[in-house]
T-cell receptor, first 115, second 110 residues
Framework: GAVVSQHPSWVICKSGTSVKIECRSL??????MFWYRQFPKQSLMLMAT?????????EQGVEKDKFLINHASLTLSTLTVTSAHPEDSSFYIC???????????FGEGSRLTVL | GENVEQHPSTLSVQEGDSAVIKCTYS??????FPWYKQELGKRPQLIID?????GEKKDQRIAVTLNKTAKHFSLHITETQPEDSAVYFCAAYNDYKLSFGAGTTVTVRA
């Protein structure tokens, strides 16, 4: 199957700082990528849909000014958590699909801990 | 939007027995239903999926059934093994995005 790579796999930062997470599709072009957040023992919650060359579409309740998404190319989407606080500590996972309605391929996930 | 409910939240089975997880969805326009297995700290892995034009699909010990009229689908794992222990998520695809169920923690007792 296709490969989606996410970096970093884990990051620890101080409260108030910003953290950038990268999601790359290594062997296919992804017009659309998705960003999920997963708290311990909970499900994956869709945060936003990232579209190449246009603004991301955020789910209800997700602050677009806090979670900045950039999808500058067909193989790279980035999520920046701005002014991070301890409650932002979570497992962030990206995914990408080859075309609409196709199998989703997930990145390895990034565990963010905000002190 | 789509709402996916999943039951049970936890499931403990004896090795060799079968495990069944059930999900319901709310939007009849959903047309793709994947199942994922997630081990602790890892990414979800697709184990089987089914599209709305099919009622059943099987892959070795894993099978999925879909009832479009009732809007529910189920995962069946037969002859369970300790390595089947993980969290399983169902999902429904609609409006170009996936909505996930809450997850089922499956424990296979040796």
């Amino acid at each position: 199957g296709a490969v989606v790579s996410q970096h970093p796999s884990w990051v620890i930062c101080k409260s108030g700082t910003s953290v950038k997470i990268e999601c790359r599709s290594l062997d296919f072009q992804a017009t659309t990528m998705f960003w999920y957040r997963q708290f311990p023992k909970q499900s994956l919650m869709l945060m936003a849909t990232s579209n190449e060359g246009s603004k991301a579409t955020y789910e209800q309740g997700v602050e677009k000014d806090k979670f900045l998404i950039n999808h500058a190319s067909l193989t790279l989407s980035t999520l920046t958590v701005t002014s991070a606080h301890p409650e932002d500590s979570s497992f962030y996972i990206c995914s990408a699909a080859q075309g609409y309605g196709g199998e989703l391929f997930f990145g390895e996930g990034s565990r963010l801990t905000v002190l | 939007g789509e709402n996916v409910e999943q039951h049970p939240s936890t499931l403990s089975v004896q090795e060799g027995d079968s495990a069944v997880i059930k999900c319901t969805y709310s939007d009849s326009a959903s047309n793709y239903f994947p199942w994922y297995k997630q081990e602790l700290g890892k990414r979800p892995q697709l184990i089987i999926d089914i599209r709305s034009n099919v009622g059943e699909k099987k892959d070795q010990r894993i099978a999925v059934t879909l009832n479009k009229t009732a809007k529910h689908f189920s995962l069946h794992i037969t002859e369970t093994q300790p390595e089947d222990s993980a969290v399983y998520f169902c999902a429904a695809y609609n409006d170009y995005k996936l909505s996930f169920g809450a997850g089922t923690t499956v424990t296979v007792r040796a």
